[in-house]
């Protein structure tokens, strides 16, 4: 079966550090990897979705930045943190193929400070 | 580019049938699905619609698709407690999976 691992659960780290949140599933091969964010009010928003190894596509321009180094492994990061990042970050999987249902992590709850 | 649109709250009574609306605007998403979030938790699916659908029921929740409007709807029957939770509507065509904004439901005694 598949399975989605995402930490830290929590993070709290001051403005203009750098971040890196770590996404990795197991179970599948060439899933499409989604990075969201989740803020008061704001609904789910599409960071960064990927299709395969070195691919990423953003959807809103940003502080943030996306990696896939692995086929299973997706990365968030910043190398300066906004109080703006704040928010409950979201990595969800799917077979991007036909019916794409879409798997979430537990999420991680950033708060820059 | 897309977007997708739903009302922030609904309060309901114990018992009573829940109805939350959703609206989207790219007309060539291919699958349609309701998503329910958890306090402090990642997101779960509840139903899914393909877009050729006018209705799908499972159990308790009946989705209705009004493909023309491009409006969508999750009805929840005899609603409990349980059914507490924020509630995702989302689209999808080809890789991109967009979320509309969530509706919390408070079901309440």
């Known amino acids: 079966s598949q399975t989605i691992h995402q930490w830290p659960a929590t993070l709290v780290q001051p403005v203009g550090s750098p971040l890196s949140l770590e996404c990795t599933v197991e179970?599948?091969?060439?899933?499409?990897l989604y990075w969201y964010r989740q803020a008061a009010g704001r609904g789910l928003q599409l960071l960064f979705y990927?299709?395969?190894?070195g691919q990423i596509s953003s959807e809103v321009p940003q502080n943030l930045s996306a990696s896939r180094p692995q086929d299973r492994q997706f990365i968030l990061s910043s190398k300066k943190l906004l109080l703006s990042d704040s928010g409950f970050y979201l990595c969800a999987w799917s077979w991007g193929v036909g019916n794409t249902e879409a798997f979430f992590g537990q999420g991680t709850r950033l708060t820059v400070v | 580019g897309e977007d997708v649109e739903q009302s922030l709250f609904l309060s309901v009574r114990e018992g009573d049938s829940s109805v939350i609306n959703c609206t989207y605007t790219d007309s060539s998403s291919t699958y349609l699905y309701w998503y329910k979030q958890e306090p402090g938790a990642g997101l779960q699916l509840l139903t899914y619609i393909f877009s050729n659908m006018d209705m799908k029921q499972d159990q308790r929740l009946t989705v209705l698709l009004n493909k023309k409007d491009k409006h969508l709807s999750l009805r929840i029957a005899d609603t409990q407690t349980g059914d507490s939770a924020i509630y995702f509507c989302?689209?999808?065509?080809?890789?991109?999976?967009?979320f509309g904004t969530g509706t919390r439901l408070q079901v309440f005694p």
């Open positions: 989302a689209e999808s065509n080809t890789d991109k999976l967009i």
């Open positions: 990927s299709v395969g190894i």
């Open positions: 179970g599948t091969s060439n899933p499409n």
